[in-house]
T-cell receptor
Framework: DTGVSQDPRHKITKRGQNVTFRCDPI?????LYWYRQTLGQGPEFLTYFQNEAQLEKSRLLSDRFSAERPKGSFSTLEIQRTEQGDSAMYLC??????????????FGPGTRLTVT | QKEVEQDPGPLSVPEGAIVSLNCTYS??????FMWYRQYSRKGPELLMY????GNKEDGRFTAQVDKSSKYISLFIRDSQPSDSATYLC???????????FGQGTELSVKP
């Protein structure tokens, strides 16, 4: 399977705990995106990377959230001091980094986070 | 006002029907238009994309963009039960690749 993979698929945590998610993009893709999706809504953009550089962050990404892509391959998204409002599906997508191909984003299966 | 509006449905049709799914958007700077399909508890799957006004066809699917009306549509011909899913329109407009999604329309195709 050469698609985008995410780990874990499900995470249940207690309020106040820290959680970290991992995304492995399609191997030849140098752009990587994080989105968040709540029930009944479309995905909302959080941040994206071109290789290892984080180039844009949404205002949705509070200072409790941090994302990294240290070697330009896989990425991690960490949420510190989780709140119940963080409960959502966290989606990772990847694309090629040139021209219009940046809009052809391929999504992983997501990590479903439940904060109790 | 949301930048992208999509009727959430749900929409229920009999097998074989023609389905029309629609989105409107507010910013005339939007240039890139995508449709994704999302099955329950799965990630979105890219169906079609277009960068200009007019129609683009792929099998049973046709994507239509009317930039003058800021209106995009996805038509599904000869709908099948396997088409039952949530359909998301997505729009891009800057160099970063950020996509703005509609709310999604839940479609059910009954055998």
């Amino acid at each position: 399977d050469t698609g985008v993979s995410q780990d874990p698929r499900h995470k249940i945590t207690k309020r106040g705990q820290n959680v970290t998610f991992r995304c492995d993009p399609i191997s030849e893709h140098n752009r990587l995106y994080w989105y968040r999706q709540t029930l009944g809504q479309g995905p909302e953009f959080l941040t994206y990377f071109q290789n290892e550089a984080q180039l844009e962050k949404s205002r949705l990404l509070s200072d409790r959230f941090s994302a990294e892509r240290p070697k330009g391959s896989f990425s991690t998204l960490e949420i510190q001091r989780t709140e119940q409002g963080d409960s959502a599906m966290y989606l990772c997508a990847s694309s090629l980094g040139n021209g219009l191909a940046i809009y052809e984003q391929y999504f992983g299966p997501g990590t479903r986070l439940t904060v109790t | 006002q949301k930048e992208v509006e999509q009727d959430p449905g749900p929409l229920s049709v009999p097998e074989g029907a023609i389905v029309s799914l629609n989105c409107t958007y507010s910013n005339s700077a939007f240039q890139y238009f995508m449709w994704y399909r999302q099955y329950s508890r799965k990630g979105p799957e890219l169906l079609m994309y277009t960068y200009s006004s007019g129609n683009k066809e792929d099998g049973r699917f046709t994507a239509q963009v009317d930039k003058s009306s800021k209106y995009i549509s996805l038509f599904i011909r000869d709908s099948q039960p396997s088409d039952s899913a949530t359909y998301l329109c997505a729009i891009g407009y800057n160099q970063g690749g950020k996509l703005i999604f509609g709310q999604g329309t839940e479609l059910s195709v009954k055998p």
